[in-house]
């Protein structure tokens, strides 16, 4: 297993070392002028190429890489070109509200998706069944940013008990905090809470046709126990990757629903990056996010051993 | 008292402040000026108790007793610093050009200090009045080095408390605020605003609505629409426009030709695209100049819509592409330019693009017709004119060299003699349209909107806020 681990590990370098070949070179063919953010519209040409000198833009983009690559493996990704803030402060900056976000819809998907799908398999073609898979329906088909364009309006304009935007830091005023994240996790959570709820259901009622779930229930064990310790647990596994693939999805789905809930996190800090070409931080940012859905994946295929004895690493 | 703005600065530091139409509502919490430019365009002390001007100089008679928001005192020293600081080409602010004729400033004693000028400079004063001029604490520049722009410190009615970027920015009330209403009473009357950045108009719409900011920096016709019936907000129009325009190619054909360009602006139909992105919310004027600016010219005419006309002009097969912005409602507008240019003979085909990329084609020359917008008034019809239709200016997006254009240009900034500018930017205008370098569009209006209860918001000559005298009426 600690062989395993650093193995994986290791293969994690190279990965990286790609990943941010790429990003750098995509991201240098961007068209527009990061100079056009920092000093306006209005700014002649003469003040423009001054500033891209200063940037090192002028420099050619192998030796822009390197300068860039140096500094983070010492930990230091630059300064941003807007606002002169060192990135590495500003994803820290950043990180929580979407790391808080992820979270609850995480521990949303466990409390309803799980259950859900195990209650549609369980009772698959009836009514409750009908009514679980045409919600998840529903839930898949709904954009985000038209699912949070109808919570605010119910929740904020209508009902008027959750505020419609904005965000306060946990450690500030923790029940504030939570209010106001309740809308965007809900946002977030639709699609993931779906996607498990089907795949649960799915590889559950695949489960409960085996022949040892017959031979459990021939042997006259309770249907609970038949549920939830034999087929469960072997279902399980196939959901379990498919909630790794979802982080990814998480992170897309934050960039969406950050913006309109106003919540600082890593999805609108990327996306206005990109939008104003401030690259130290888009750079950044994404390196970040890909460790993270690395990692993932990497805890994913750990916690694969774990629930599925026959899997040994 | 809270405030929903969607266009967040990106430095709090004057001398690098960008965003031209937003950014000083911001920056107003922080600083002053020396003198302050009504509304009406008249100019009143503020820093300076009063000024004598001279054709080649300027000398400010300073208030004593200022402090900055860190305790230093304002004087004459402080002026120099800051005129300086802007001055310096190794500062590289993007001021610089706007007090390009002040040659030195010289501390005449702590409450005097002159501006010697190369050559006389019309808009020296309203530079003065706004950005350019804003008094930054020089001990704090020096404290704070790089780190500055995100912790102001100035003379203005707040002082800096917390910016957490895309979430919001706090100021305090300064409790030895130098101004006083015009009843004598201690300003300024609010004793905190937080400054929240929402971009997304429905959201902002909606925290309005709710209560959640009682002041919004803009919000589009189809939300402040939506918002008419409710008693408990004000709409009120005070002149800002949104401007959009077509800027057309001149340097490649087929609008290389004027022919084509007139083509082009006779298949045009203003009204028809107004109704529909403005939610009927507009005016409909030849050019930049609103209906209420000084300059406005009732003799000048658009136009006209005339698709007979555009069609016979199109002999050829004529295919053009229309640049538009990610950003309602540019994207509709495109649509119904193409629908519109369609008809009348062009084969149009429409490339909707984010900013920097749009920015980026139409400063290389590489594209035939682009749809963008101007906020205005501008604080001087120059500020707004120049940097499109001058051959050297920085967004002469049709790549004009027009020495006629130039020449009146240059003569209407280059005097304050408010009836030979005027003349001279009717001028302007004639030409831009005779040549139909450009095709204006519809101005939509953008009013101030707030809360009923807030009182008191006065605003600068383009709109920008200043809330030293806002307060909120429960």
Same mark, same amino acid.
Do not use: C
């Given at each position: 297993?600690?062989?395993?681990?650093?193995?994986?590990?290791a293969? #994690?370098?190279?990965?990286?070392?790609?990943?941010?070949?790429?990003?750098f070179a995509?991201?240098?063919?961007?068209p527009?002028d990061?100079?056009?953010e920092?000093?306006?519209?209005?700014?002649s040409?003469?003040?423009r190429?001054?500033?891209r000198?200063?940037l090192?833009?002028d420099?050619?983009?192998?030796l822009?890489?390197l300068?860039?690559?140096?500094?983070a493996?010492?930990?230091?990704l630059?300064?941003?070109?807007?606002?002169?803030e060192p990135?590495? +402060?500003?994803?820290?900056?950043r990180?929580?509200?979407?790391?808080?976000l992820g979270l609850?819809?995480?521990v949303?998907?466990?409390?309803?998706?799980l259950?859900?799908g195990?209650?549609?398999?369980?009772r698959? $073609?009836?009514k409750?069944d009908?009514?679980?898979?045409?919600?998840?329906?529903?839930?898949?088909?709904t954009?985000h940013?038209y699912?949070?364009?109808?919570?605010?309006?119910?929740f904020g304009?209508?009902? $008027?008990?959750?505020?419609p935007?904005?965000y306060?830091?946990?450690t500030?005023d923790?029940?504030?905090?939570?209010?106001?994240?309740?809308?965007?996790?809900?946002?977030?959570?639709?699609?993931?809470?779906?996607v498990i709820?089907?795949q649960?259901?799915?590889?559950?009622?695949?489960?409960?046709g085996?022949?040892?779930?017959?031979?459990?229930? +021939?042997?006259g #064990? +309770?249907?609970?126990?038949?549920v939830?310790?034999y087929?469960?647990?072997?279902?399980?596994?196939?959901?379990v990757?498919?909630a790794?693939l979802?982080?990814? +999805?998480?992170?897309?789905?934050?960039v969406?629903?950050?913006?309109?809930?106003?919540?600082?996190?890593m999805?609108t800090?990327i996306?206005?990056?990109i939008?104003?070409?401030d690259?130290?931080?888009v750079?950044?940012?994404?390196?970040?996010?890909?460790?993270?859905?690395?990692?993932?994946?990497?805890?994913a295929?750990?916690?694969?051993?774990?629930l599925?004895p026959?899997?040994?690493y | 008292?809270?405030?929903?703005?969607d266009?967040e600065?990106?430095t709090?530091?004057?001398a690098?402040?960008s965003?031209?139409?937003?950014?000083?509502?911001?920056?107003?919490?922080f600083?002053?000026t020396?003198l302050?430019q009504n509304?009406?365009?008249?100019?009143?002390?503020a820093?300076?108790?009063k000024?004598e001007a001279?054709?080649?100089?300027l000398t400010?008679?300073?208030r004593?007793g200022?402090?900055?928001?860190d305790?230093t005192p304002?004087?004459?020293?402080?002026?120099?610093?800051?005129?300086?600081?802007?001055?310096?080409?190794?500062?590289?602010?993007?001021?610089?050009?706007?007090l390009?004729?002040?040659?030195?400033?010289?501390?005449?004693?702590?409450?005097?200090?002159?501006?010697n000028?190369k050559?006389p400079?019309?808009?020296?004063?309203v530079?003065?009045?706004?950005?350019?001029?804003?008094?930054?604490?020089p001990?704090a520049?020096?404290?704070k080095?790089g780190?500055?722009?995100?912790n102001?410190?100035?003379?203005?009615p707040?002082?800096?408390?917390?910016?957490r970027?895309k979430v919001?920015?706090?100021?305090?009330?300064?409790t030895?605020?130098? !101004?006083?209403?015009?009843?004598?009473?201690?300003?300024p009357r609010?004793?905190?605003?937080?400054?929240r950045?929402?971009t997304?108009p429905?959201?902002?719409?909606?925290?309005?609505?709710?209560g959640?900011?009682?002041?919004?920096?803009?919000?589009?016709p189809e939300?402040?629409?939506?918002?008419?019936?409710?008693?408990?907000?004000s709409m009120?129009d005070?002149?800002v426009?949104?401007?959009?325009?077509? !800027?057309l190619n001149?340097t490649?054909?087929?609008f290389?030709?004027?022919?084509?360009?007139?083509?082009?602006?006779?298949?045009?139909d203003?009204?028809?695209?107004?109704?529909v992105a403005?939610?009927?919310?507009?005016?409909?004027?030849?050019?930049?100049?609103t209906k209420?600016?000084?300059?406005?010219d009732?003799?000048i005419?658009?136009?006209?819509?005339?698709?007979?006309? !555009?069609?016979?002009?199109v002999?050829t097969?004529t295919?053009?592409?229309?640049? !538009?912005?990610?950003?309602a409602?540019?994207?509709?507008?495109?649509?119904?330019?193409?629908?519109?240019?369609s008809?009348?003979?062009?084969?149009?085909?429409?490339?909707?693009?984010?900013?920097?990329?749009q920015?980026?084609?139409? *400063?290389k020359?590489?594209?035939?017709?682009a749809v963008?917008?101007?906020d205005?008034p501008r604080?001087?019809?120059?500020?707004?004119?120049d940097p499109?239709f001058t051959?050297?200016g920085?967004?002469?997006?049709s790549?004009?060299t027009?020495?006629?254009l130039?020449?009146?240009?240059?003569?209407a900034?280059?005097?304050?003699?408010?009836?030979?500018?005027s003349?001279?930017?009717?001028d302007?205008q004639?030409?831009?349209?005779?040549?139909?370098?450009?095709?204006?569009?519809h101005?939509?209006?953008s009013p101030l909107?707030?809360r009923t209860a807030?009182?008191?918001v006065?605003?600068?000559?383009?709109?920008?806020? *200043?809330?030293?005298?806002?307060?909120l009426?429960r």
């Amino acid at each position: 297993m600690t062989a395993y681990l650093i193995r994986r590990l290791a293969q #994690l370098v190279p990965v990286l070392i790609v990943v941010s070949m790429v990003l750098f070179a995509l991201l240098r063919l961007l068209p527009g002028d990061p100079t056009t953010e920092i000093l306006g519209q209005e700014a002649s040409e003469a003040d423009r190429a001054a500033l891209r000198a200063d940037l090192g833009l002028d420099d050619p983009v192998w030796l822009q890489y390197l300068n860039w690559t140096g500094g983070a493996l010492t930990g230091d990704l630059g300064r941003s070109w807007l606002t002169n803030e060192p990135v590495g +402060a500003v994803i820290l900056d950043r990180l929580p509200a979407t790391v808080e976000l992820g979270l609850i819809a995480i521990v949303l998907t466990v409390l309803i998706g799980l259950p859900a799908g195990i209650i549609a398999a369980v009772r698959s $073609r009836t009514k409750t069944d009908a009514v679980m898979t045409t919600a998840s329906v529903f839930a898949l088909s709904t954009p985000h940013f038209y699912l949070a364009a109808l919570l605010i309006l119910v929740f904020g304009l209508w009902l $008027r008990i959750l505020p419609p935007s904005g965000y306060v830091p946990f450690t500030e005023d923790p029940l504030q905090n939570l209010l106001h994240m309740v809308l965007p996790a809900i946002t977030i959570g639709s699609t993931i809470i779906a996607v498990i709820m089907r795949q649960t259901r799915g590889s559950l009622l695949a489960a409960l046709g085996e022949d040892y779930v017959r031979t459990a229930r +021939a042997s006259g #064990l +309770a249907q609970r126990r038949i549920v939830t310790v034999y087929a469960l647990r072997n279902a399980v596994v196939p959901v379990v990757t498919v909630a790794a693939l979802q982080i990814g +999805a998480l992170m897309s789905a934050t960039v969406v629903t950050e913006a309109v809930f106003t919540v600082p996190g890593m999805g609108t800090l990327i996306v206005n990056a990109i939008f104003s070409r401030d690259l130290p931080i888009v750079q950044g940012a994404v390196l970040v996010v890909v460790v993270f859905v690395l990692l993932v994946n990497l805890l994913a295929d750990l916690v694969y051993a774990r629930l599925d004895p026959r899997i040994t690493y | 008292m809270s405030v929903g703005f969607d266009n967040e600065p990106t430095t709090l530091d004057p001398a690098f402040s960008s965003q031209i139409s937003s950014d000083r509502s911001v920056l107003n919490l922080f600083y002053d000026t020396l003198l302050r430019q009504n509304r009406d365009g008249g100019f009143v002390p503020a820093l300076a108790e009063k000024w004598e001007a001279e054709p080649r100089a300027l000398t400010f008679t300073l208030r004593t007793g200022v402090k900055f928001h860190d305790g230093t005192p304002f004087d004459a020293q402080a002026v120099a610093a800051n005129i300086n600081r802007v001055l310096d080409p190794a500062t590289k602010s993007t001021k610089t050009s706007a007090l390009s004729k002040v040659a030195t400033v010289q501390v005449v004693d702590t409450t005097t200090v002159r501006f010697n000028l190369k050559d006389p400079d019309p808009l020296l004063l309203v530079q003065l009045a706004h950005e350019p001029g804003m008094m930054v604490s020089p001990a704090a520049l020096k404290a704070k080095g790089g780190e500055y722009g995100r912790n102001p410190v100035g003379t203005g009615p707040f002082t800096f408390d917390q910016w957490r970027s895309k979430v919001q920015l706090t100021v305090n009330r300064n409790t030895s605020y130098w !101004a006083k209403d015009s009843d004598g009473n201690q300003l300024p009357r609010l004793d905190k605003v937080v400054v929240r950045f929402i971009t997304e108009p429905k959201v902002l719409r909606t925290e309005l609505a709710t209560g959640g900011v009682q002041l919004v920096r803009a919000l589009p016709p189809e939300e402040f629409a939506q918002l008419a019936s409710d008693k408990q907000v004000s709409m009120e129009d005070v002149g800002v426009r949104r401007s959009y325009y077509v !800027a057309l190619n001149t340097t490649r054909a087929p609008f290389n030709d004027p022919k084509m360009r007139a083509a082009f602006t006779a298949a045009v139909d203003r009204s028809a695209i107004g109704k529909v992105a403005a939610s009927d919310q507009f005016d409909l004027v030849p050019s930049f100049a609103t209906k209420k600016d000084w300059y406005y010219d009732d003799s000048i005419t658009s136009p006209s819509f005339d698709q007979a006309a !555009a069609k016979a002009a199109v002999t050829t097969p004529t295919s053009i592409t229309v640049l !538009a912005r990610r950003r309602a409602p540019d994207p509709t507008i495109a649509e119904l330019l193409q629908a519109q240019l369609s008809d009348a003979g062009f084969t149009v085909k429409s490339e909707v693009l984010e900013l920097q990329t749009q920015l980026d084609r139409m *400063r290389k020359q590489d594209f035939d017709a682009a749809v963008l917008v101007v906020d205005v008034p501008r604080l001087d019809p120059s500020l707004v004119f120049d940097p499109y239709f001058t051959s050297k200016g920085s967004n002469n997006w049709s790549g004009l060299t027009d020495s006629t254009l130039d020449d009146v240009l240059l003569l209407a900034r280059s005097t304050d003699d408010k009836v030979v500018r005027s003349k001279a930017y009717g001028d302007v205008q004639r030409r831009i349209l005779d040549q139909r370098y450009w095709t204006f569009l519809h101005q939509a209006k953008s009013p101030l909107i707030h809360r009923t209860a807030l009182k008191g918001v006065v605003l600068n000559v383009d709109g920008q806020w *200043r809330l030293d005298e806002a307060y909120l009426d429960r």
